[in-house]
């Protein structure tokens, strides 16, 4: 782990990876994140983006699982460590996985990650 964190800037990603100027809005370098933790997982993220990077992280895992990329038992990447390498906050990749649970996509569960579960079709 330490090695790994050397490795970054100052915000948790790559060194010469895009940085935003909060007080200017300002993008600097190119405005996509990236993460590929593993094949199952490329989630992108645009900086420019009028939506919000927790939606775009919930919609692409939600992608995922409609296309069965992620089958049930399968864990996601702790919020910290996906965070961490997507270069947000961790709140806003809890976010994204609660709102994949209030979907009934994922089973989390404090201290043990997110796990995908099988979803059961929504009562008529």
């Known amino acids: 782990?330490?090695?790994q964190a050397s490795a970054?800037?100052?915000c948790g990603l790559p060194e010469g990876s895009p940085r935003l100027d909060r007080r200017s809005g300002?993008?600097?370098?190119?405005p996509v994140h990236y993460t590929l933790m593993n094949r199952l997982l490329a989630i992108r993220i645009d900086v420019r983006s009028s939506v919000p990077a927790y939606r775009q992280i919930a919609d692409t895992l939600r992608a995922r699982l409609v296309e069965g990329g992620l089958p049930p038992g399968h864990g996601l990447p702790p919020v910290r460590r996906l965070a961490m390498e997507l270069?947000?906050?961790f709140n806003t990749v809890a976010q994204a996985y609660r709102e994949l649970a209030e979907e009934?996509?994922?089973d989390l569960k404090h201290g043990r990650?997110?796990?995908v579960i099988e979803r059961r079709a929504a009562p008529k």
């Open 113 to 115: 990650g997110a796990t």
């Open 87 to 89: 270069g947000v906050h």
């Open 1 to 3: 782990m330490v090695a």
């Open 104 to 106: 009934g996509w994922l």
């Open 26 to 30: 300002t993008v600097y370098g190119v």
């Open 8 to 10: 970054r800037g100052l």
